[in-house]
């Protein structure tokens, strides 16, 4: 079963300021790696993703590359069905 995170809104940089919002889909055990990991920090499982979305897209270089990357050559079938 897959559980989907819901990110009430995610900033991003544009001069009007827009926002974003996001659905994730993670595995169970994702899911339950996010709800522990919340709760050792006493925030909401949505609070720590924006987090980590945001540091992800924060860090410039070969980190970000890297993950971007991943997540293309992944999904790669999909987006082409869909174009």
């Given at each position: 079963?897959?559980?989907?995170?819901r990110l009430s809104s995610c900033r991003i940089?544009?001069?009007?300021?827009?926002?974003?919002?996001?659905?994730?889909?993670?595995?169970?055990?994702?899911?339950?790696?996010?709800?522990?990991?919340?709760s050792r920090l006493g925030i909401e499982p949505e609070?720590?993703?924006?987090?980590?979305?945001?540091?992800?897209?924060?860090?410039?270089?070969?980190?970000?590359?890297?993950?971007?990357?991943?997540?293309?050559?992944?999904?790669?079938?999909?987006?082409?069905?869909?174009?």
């Amino acid at each position: 079963m897959a559980w989907i995170v819901r990110l009430s809104s995610c900033r991003i940089s544009g001069s009007r300021g827009d926002t974003m919002k996001l659905a994730i889909e993670l595995t169970e055990q994702q899911a339950q790696r996010l709800r522990e990991g919340a709760s050792r920090l006493g925030i909401e499982p949505e609070q720590l993703a924006l987090a980590a979305v945001t540091d992800l897209i924060a860090s410039e270089g070969p980190d970000f590359d890297a993950a971007a990357q991943r997540v293309l050559d992944k999904n790669e079938e999909l987006y082409r069905r869909l174009a």
